[in-house]
């Protein structure tokens, strides 16, 4: 079983909006923070956002701040990122990942153009 599943990537046009999902299991997803990382074509992984464990701590890069939303509820071990006014500079594979354990899902990939 993987530990975390990443779903609801797609194409989008510019100024459109996504919403990710990762699903967890087979650890304590309520005691984990957790972040979103990123990786364009060509490029290196570029850390997107995190969350604490209860939902607060949150933090976002420079590069996606007041457009992105990171979210979790752990009655469903569930983790999200809200994606608004999404730029072609956003493609890429997006990828979800505990900081307890450094498990990483297969990745969803986010394609925005016209």
């Known amino acids: 079983q993987v530990p975390v599943v990443e779903s609801g990537g797609g194409l989008v046009q510019p100024g459109g909006s996504l919403r990710l999902s990762c699903a967890a299991s087979?650890?304590?997803?309520?005691?984990?923070?957790m972040s979103w990382v990123r990786q364009a074509p060509g490029k290196g992984l570029e850390w997107v956002s995190r969350?604490?464990?209860?939902?607060?701590?949150?933090r976002y890069a420079d590069s996606v701040k007041g457009r992105f939303t990171i979210s979790r509820d752990n009655d469903k071990n569930t983790l999200y990122l809200q994606m608004n006014s999404l730029k072609p500079g956003d493609t890429a594979v997006y990828y979800c990942?505990?900081?307890?354990?450094?498990?990483w899902g297969q990745g969803t990939q986010v394609t925005v153009s016209s």
């Open positions: 990942t505990d900081h307890a354990n450094d498990y």
């Open positions: 087979g650890f304590t997803f309520s005691s984990a923070a």
């Open positions: 969350i604490g464990d209860t939902g607060g701590n949150t």
